[in-house]
């Protein structure tokens, strides 16, 4: 039965977590090697899953694969959960045979997703915390502190920072409605542009490869998904063409995503990877010489995976840098401001104090 869209937006909200996922592949894997076949395994699993939407969502499969459906098929059903990779190896396996392989390296793949995900939004908590609590306490030194603090000053003439600071502060009581709205709409309209605007996400993607530290860090990581995802597609006897094309519908930077397009068109022309890669600048060049290497030795696999390990760790690392370089920054941006509200109080205070004494 096709769903209607009220459905499809039910499945999104109701949609599993990353780690359900990981332990669905993981346990799977575990049952391949245990001899079970996949509807059973599928059963077994669904007897100790806890996530209502994953156990309806397991059943239909069950049901699919008892109608004659593969494992492959079942899960491409429900691609707002299951990536177009992740079903394209489990297709390959299902050729190949060696599906508890390839479901254990998903599984894999799949922690260290979670690993990376989670190591990011730890590196961004301390700063992001900082910040909302540094426009927080700004917000309500202008609009309830300041003001109090200036009728004090009667209709003395106040330095021209304090004017500049009161005025700021007016402006904050009378449109916070106004300026919530439009952050609001701001944050909005870029989630949509992006999604939406190939204009705006080419120029949004275009400043991620070019702002210094920033452009490391996408790089970095775009080098270990494309060494990672396609040492697994390799191995799980995805054919290259086949593999450039998942590559291209997985990354989301236009620039790389592109770039996988145009490695597909030359393959199918009949130049080998490296001869594809070895004029980009979006590829780190020990990478396109190792791939040159592996291609020469006919171990391309087995030196995609070692590599994906290297840009993995690098990845890790490169986050601890990026935040280790931004920390400083913002601390420095938060203490211009707080200086220049202090200034703004005290700068009048002395005034006062300086009338008083030459009286």
Known sequence: MQKTGFDKLVQNLNKPTLKQKVNFFRLLAVSQNAGLGIRESLVSINKSETH??????????????????????????????????EVELVRSAQVTGNMAQVLGQLATELENTQEINQKITKAMTYPTMVLLMAV?????????????????????????????MMGVSHFLQDNWSVLLGVLTILIIGYKIAYSKVMLFKIFIDTLLIRIPVIKEVVKTFYMYRFSNLLSQFYEAGVSPVVSLKLLGNIFDNFHYKKKM??????????????????????FDPILVQIINVGENTGSLTNVLGKMANFYRNTFKNSIDVAMSLIEPFLMMFVAAIVGTIVASIFLPMADMISNVQNM
């Open 261 to 282: 397009v145009d490695v597909k068109s030359d393959l199918e022309a009949g130049f080998t990877l490296y001869e594809s890669l070895a004029s980009s600048v979006l």
């Open 136 to 164: 927080g306490a700004v917000v309500v030194i202008l609009t309830k502190v300041m003001p109090g603090i200036v009728e004090m000053f009667g209709d003395n003439e106040l330095p021209g920072i304090t004017q500049f």
């Open 52 to 85: 209502k939407g994953f156990r309806e969502m397991i059943d239909e499969m069950i049901i699919s694969l008892t109608e004659g459906a593969s494992l492959a098929e079942a899960l491409e059903e429900y691609d707002y959960f299951f990536e177009s990779a």
